[in-house]
């Protein structure tokens, strides 16, 4: 059976690429299977073309983590800066 060609994208704590690569897979299941195994405790999403074929979070992910809270509110005041608006109401 003749393998595809599929890349894949590990995201960083925001959703934004850190890293792609590129990988063959006889079908969706074995890609999706390689990149989950190559990289058990990364978020990430595999494609094939333009079309995605699985996204996921890794267990343990918090998106309650102080980094990520920081972050957040670092982007919401830059916005409200730049646009003239209140944060708080």
Known sequence: MAS?????YRLDGDG?????EWLDAVNDEQAVEQVRASHPDAK???????????KWVPNG???DHPHLQNNVAERLSRLAHRTGSRLDG
């Open 4 to 8: 595809e060609n599929y890349r894949y």
């Open 16 to 20: 934004r690429i850190h890293c792609a």
């Open 44 to 54: 990430c999403e595999v494609w094939r073309g333009t079309r995605l074929i699985a």
């Open 61 to 63: 992910f918090n998106s």
